[in-house]
Nanobody, 132 residues
Framework: QAHLVQSGGGSVQAGDSFGLACVCV??????????VGWFRQAPGEEREFVAA?????????????YYADSVKGRFTISRDNAKNTVYLEMNNLKTEDTAVYYC??????????????????WGQGSQVTVSA
């Protein structure tokens, strides 16, 4: 099981951009073989899917990417397999993007990459607050 360490959160204004990073410490297995994703949880809400990238058999590049409709066109997920790191770049942030953001990882593929139950390892969470 991998150990995930996230960068810190922050407070921004609507329309701003903000980035998150998540370093994956594996048990020796190649990071490129992990499916990795980002989820978020707002107060009183369930944890919801944000974005994910599938495993890649290419050790340098990432796999396919997937996005929730609410963030499509504004958020970008990327990975650097050489650094065991996955990123989430968030642009044109809205107040409704306010939440605790979690990265997640699962070795190999996932039946449903958008389902939080498909992931075994989770980061500690990063609070992102967007004010009007």
């Amino acid at each position: 099981q991998a150990h995930l360490v996230q960068s810190g959160g922050g407070s921004v204004q609507a329309g701003d951009s903000f980035g998150l990073a998540c370093v994956c410490v594996t048990d020796g297995r190649a990071f490129s073989m992990y499916t990795v994703g980002w989820f978020r949880q707002a107060p009183g809400e369930e944890r919801e899917f944000v974005a994910a990238t599938s495993r890649s058999d290419d050790s340098l590049t990432g796999g396919n990417t997937y996005y929730a409709d609410s963030v499509k066109g504004r958020f970008t997920i990327s990975r650097d397999n050489a650094k065991n790191t996955v990123y989430l770049e968030m642009n044109n942030l809205k107040t409704e993007d306010t939440a605790v953001y979690y990265c997640a990882a699962q070795y190999g593929g996932a039946r449903d990459i958008t389902d939080r139950r498909a992931y075994a390892s989770w980061g500690q969470g990063s609070q992102v607050t967007v004010s009007a």
